[in-house]
C-alpha cells in the first residue's frame, strides 16, 4: 500500500512549487504534497486549527486543476490526514471539492458533535482532534 513518501521525486524534493507554471508537472504537485504531510507529522501540535491554518498557507494560491493533478492516492491520502486530525469538509462529491472547500473555507471547518462523535467512537486513537474527547483527555492528561 503506498504511503505519502512513495510520492517524493528526488528532482523536486525540497523546492517549492510554483503555481503559475505551466504547464502542470504531477511529479512536481506529488512532492509537495507529500512534504507538506511530512511536515505536517512532524509537527506533534499540528491539528484542528493549526492544521488548517498550515494548510491554507501551504496551498493558498491552489485550483481544482492543482488539486486534479494530484496523484488520486495521494489525495486519498491528504483527504483522510487531514479528517483524521480534526478539518471537517461534510459531504463533499469529490476528494478535489473536498480540498477545495477546506482550503476556501473563511472559519476553521470544525466536525460537527454527531459527526466528531461518529468518528471518535470508529477510531478514538487515530483521531487526532480535540473533537475526539479521547484525544482532548489525553492530551490534556499529557500537557499537566
Not at 499540528?46 to 489525495?75: P, S, V
Not at 491520502?77 to 483524521?84: A, D, E, N, Q
Not at 471518535?120 to 479521547?134: E, V
Amino acid at each position: 500500500m503506498k504511503t505519502w513518501k512513495d510520492y517524493v521525486h528526488p528532482d523536486f524534493a525540497g523546492k517549492d512549487y510554483d503555481t503559475d507554471e505551466r504547464p502542470i508537472n504531477p511529479d512536481k504537485i506529488n512532492t509537495y504534497v507529500a512534504e507538506c504531510l511530512q511536515f505536517w507529522e512532524d509537527d506533534d501540535l499540528n491539528w484542528d486549527w493549526n492544521l488548517w491554518h498550515n494548510f491554507k498557507e501551504d496551498f493558498r494560491d491552489w485550483t481544482n486543476e492543482h488539486f486534479r493533478a494530484m496523484d488520486r492516492i495521494l489525495r486519498n491520502i491528504i483527504c483522510k490526514y487531514l479528517y483524521l486530525h480534526g478539518l471537517y469538509a461534510g459531504d463533499c462529491r469529490t476528494n478535489v471539492d473536498s480540498l477545495m472547500k477546506i482550503l476556501n473555507a473563511t472559519e476553521y471547518p470544525q466536525f460537527p458533535p454527531e459527526a466528531a462523535a461518529e468518528e471518535a467512537g470508529k477510531s478514538p486513537d487515530t483521531f487526532i482532534s480535540f473533537s475526539n474527547p479521547y484525544f482532548k483527555e489525553l492530551y490534556t492528561q499529557r500537557s499537566r
